[in-house]
């Protein structure tokens, strides 16, 4: 067994040191300012006001919203809440609906059963959403808000559906669906009648996968869906994932992500596709429109159908410590690279309604922003940035901008920023909970490491926290290695501190937000 060497171990030890005698001497750390997507709960430093502590309980209050979709006309927003119910021992997400001129938000669907990914029809009449209801597969169901009155199932799969998108015309879906499961012999029973459970058979590199467990062959493929007929057309097939699909505006094809060489599991190199979405031969007919040997994903059409913007990763020797780019293509023409000079990680493009402009997240020292780029490329411009975490992110066509943001003390809220304008708040979700909340106070830290490297953190501050007085300091290390601690909500840090602990999350060198020489700093040496 390999040990550390002691001259690591005084590293960080020297590191823990560091940090907790900085936070101990209060003068040195100044407060960041109040993120325009946190509430006031905060406390100032050595104050306890009449609001209570934290607790675990509340993890049960706590509502999470997430998946924010705006309306053909730009007028109302969908989106999830998610909550964690303690007396059954189990979550559960519902759809619900605000206006962006005001008044309260509305639920759409009902408790019992979850639904998620909500999708506006392209005339905005129906909301359709993902739901397992009655014991069965998940399927596609639809609100009409034209006529009100309960939610119909759109779609009727012998397979549960996990993503689905609409045409332009609105008369298909596309489906992803997973392959069928192996009919399972009936002869396989024990004496008394059971099932044997089927062994798993290892035959291929990557054998599991975080939240689903052991692979196997089953791959999700892509499915259009006739809404009047109800026939399904399996479009793709191979031992391969496809997934990301989305429609061109004139619903002649659609771009999807796949890994198509000859081993996928020894490689990251996905590609965007192009699909005939009355394809016949699943097996064939297939248009490659991205070539780089590294990770292509995340396509997005221009509203005239010429171009696809997507997410791309050119340093494949280096996968995944490369910094993510967003780029442009015209099927059959070269890609252009459009954030390559801002040296930060950039994920989930979008264009403009007129295509003059892309919109995409960006991760920036512990900040998450959005910022956007003239789709021919030119300077980066910061749409919404600051101490805050922007998450997701839905574009009206009149340019109005609606986007899931969380700070220190907010769990996250959606904002409403029009043309021009700042940010106005559309949900307060959790607005009566925070404000009974004594919240920890969280500072942003910079400090050199043993080799002089600026490495930034968080501290927060123990409730009552007083200068001079020494507490028990837990160091939080985040997992990826690319990713980072952000100004966004941190209830497991909020919880400690609230139990008298300085809390320190830090982003060491492999983090995200730092620009790739950071990123690489672990490379092949995470020890």
Request: with cysteine; hydrophobic share 35%; net charge negative.
């Amino acid at each position: 067994m390999n040990r550390k060497s002691p001259s690591r171990e005084i590293h960080f030890t020297c590191l823990l040191a560091f940090l907790v005698f900085n936070a101990l001497s209060g003068p040195s750390l100044a407060a960041q300012p109040q993120a325009e997507g946190s509430s006031e709960a905060g406390p100032a430093s050595g104050q306890v006001t009449e609001r209570r502590a934290l607790t675990i309980d509340d993890q049960f209050l706590i509502e999470r919203i997430g998946s924010p979709r705006i309306s053909p006309d730009g007028q109302r927003i969908a989106y999830t809440v998610g909550t964690t119910e303690y007396d059954t021992n189990s979550s559960e997400t519902r759809i619900w609906l605000v206006d962006r001129d005001g008044g309260p938000p509305v639920p759409m669907t009902g408790t019992g059963s979850s639904a998620s990914n909500p999708r506006w029809s392209p005339d905005g009449s129906r909301l359709s959403f993902l739901a397992e209801r009655g014991g069965g597969k998940t399927q596609v169901w639809a609100l009409n808000l034209l006529h009100g009155g309960e939610a119909e199932l759109l779609t009727r799969t012998e397979e549960s559906v996990s993503a689905f998108e609409w045409a332009p015309d609105g008369q298909r879906l596309v489906l992803v669906i997973k392959d069928p499961r192996p009919k399972k012999n009936p002869a396989a029973k024990t004496k008394s009648g059971e099932d044997i459970p089927e062994p798993w058979v290892v035959d291929r590199l990557q054998i599991k996968r975080d939240y689903i467990g052991y692979l196997d062959h089953r791959r999700d493929h892509l499915y259009t869906y006739d809404l009047a007929t109800g026939e399904t057309l399996q479009i793709t097939s191979g031992d391969y994932d496809d997934s990301g699909p989305v429609w061109s505006p004139d619903g002649e094809a659609i771009a999807f992500v796949s890994n198509r060489t000859p081993d996928p599991d020894a490689n990251f190199d996905t590609n965007i596709w192009l699909v005939d979405p009355e394809n016949t031969d699943p097996g064939a007919n297939l248009t490659q429109v991205t070539t780089n040997p590294g990770p292509d994903r995340s396509p997005a059409w221009s509203p005239d159908g010429r171009r696809i913007a997507y997410i791309t990763e050119t340093d494949v020797d280096h996968a995944p410590y490369d910094v993510p780019q967003v780029a442009v293509i015209e099927p059959g023409g070269r890609a252009m690279l459009l954030s390559e000079s801002l040296d930060r990680g950039v994920s989930n493009p979008v264009f403009s309604g007129d295509g003059g402009s892309i919109y995409f997240q960006v991760e920036d020292s512990g900040e998450s922003h959005l910022a956007m780029v003239s789709s021919r490329g030119g300077p980066v411009t910061r749409v919404i940035e600051g101490p805050r975490a922007v998450s997701a992110v839905t574009i009206a066509e009149d340019g109005s901008i609606v986007a899931l943001i969380s700070g220190p003390h907010d769990p996250g809220s959606l904002y409403l920023r029009e043309d021009g304008g700042g940010l106005r708040k559309l949900t307060n979700n959790n607005e009566e909970l925070l404000a009974g909340l004594q919240l920890a106070e969280v500072v942003d830290v910079r400090f050199p490491s043993a080799d002089g490297t600026e490495i930034e953190g968080f501290f927060f501050k123990p409730l009552g926290f007083q200068e001079g007085v020494r507490y028990p300091t837990i160091l939080r290390i985040h997992g990826g290695p690319v990713s980072q601690y952000t100004y966004g909500w941190n209830y497991e840090a909020q919880l400690f501190a609230a139990n008298g602990y300085l809390v320190v999350t830090t982003n060491p060198r492999g983090s995200s937000g730092y620009g790739k020489a950071f990123q690489m700093g672990i490379w092949q040496s995470w020890g």
